[in-house]
């Protein structure tokens, strides 16, 4: 997959890419980070990349020109009118960070994981031309309620949460399908015998109060007591069944005490 940053500054990416799992991922090959300096697509010598908005207020607005340009200069082609707008290469989402953009969640991460290409522009300053939400990008996309200087931080949590989902970024697959924010199904399958006495998977089941998404399960280490503080024995105690349901429960129960919002209480 590759991801292409539209930002006036370059550099804040230095460092970000360059560790944990977003640095084997570029190594391995699993994904490309192309940088792309919006200021590349200016027309004046001072490379003005905003302008006061029409009707007056505080602040300044990124204008249409510099942004369009850039993508069309990434594509090779012309993104097309408000009618083809999404008349795009197979696979490829153009995505606005904006706080007034719909929230960023794990949905919308497996989402663009099934993507080949994902354009992420980053906002400043008071906003953007709206042009570019309207006819420009196919997402418009906020992290989350609350107001950031720019689309670079939010850029950067979108592709590592993105990349973490393509295979071969984890040492363990199954850590990416087993976490917060995944489907409400049990920890661990369990398999029963049928009256052939064939061995087969048994279906997990879900309970009415159980919330659709819901937070990881507590974890535990070495050592087994800490400050008196001691590992909960159905983990020390080796039986799987056990284990799959204190964790189930456990991570029902943190679920509604600190997302209140996804257990539906």
């Known amino acids: 997959m590759r991801f292409d940053l539209i930002t006036i500054f370059p550099d804040f990416f230095t460092g970000p890419l360059d560790y944990g799992i977003l640095r084997r991922a570029r190594e391995t090959g699993i994904v490309e980070v192309n940088v792309q300096d919006l200021r590349e697509f200016t027309k004046d010598r001072h490379r003005t990349v905003d302008d006061r908005p029409f009707g007056g207020g505080e602040g300044m607005v990124l204008k249409p020109e510099p942004l369009f340009e850039a993508v069309e200069h990434l594509l090779g082609a012309p993104v097309g009118d408000a009618a083809e707008k999404r008349a795009l290469p197979a696979g490829t989402a153009i995505v606005l960070l904006s706080a007034s953009g719909t929230r960023f969640d794990q949905e919308t991460a497996q989402r663009f994981a099934q993507?080949?290409?994902?354009?992420?522009?980053?906002?400043?300053?008071?906003?953007?031309?709206?042009?570019?939400?309207?006819?420009?990008?196919?997402?418009?996309?906020?992290?989350?309620?609350?107001?950031?200087?720019?689309?670079?931080?939010?850029?950067?949590?979108?592709?590592?949460?993105?990349?973490?989902?393509?295979?071969?970024?984890?040492?363990?697959?199954?850590?990416?399908?087993?976490?917060?924010?995944?489907?409400s199904t049990d920890v661990q399958e369990t398999s029963e015998l049928d009256t052939s006495g064939r061995s087969h998977v048994k279906t997990p089941t879900l309970s009415s109060s159980e919330p659709t998404l819901r937070l990881d399960f507590p974890h535990y280490t070495r050592p087994a007591e800490y400050r008196g503080w001691k590992v909960p024995d159905v983990l020390i105690g080796g039986n799987h069944a056990e284990v799959a349901t204190w964790r189930r429960a456990s991570a029902v129960d943190k679920t509604k005490r600190n997302r209140p919002d996804l257990s539906g209480t």
């Open 115 to 183: 993507l080949q290409r994902i354009i992420l522009i980053c906002g400043r300053y008071e906003g953007v031309d709206e042009r570019v939400a309207e006819h420009l990008a196919t997402d418009e996309i906020s992290i989350g309620d609350f107001v950031l200087s720019g689309g670079e931080l939010p850029a950067m949590l979108i592709v590592d949460a993105v990349a973490r989902l393509l295979p071969g970024s984890l040492g363990n697959e199954a850590s990416s399908q087993n976490e917060s924010f995944s489907a």
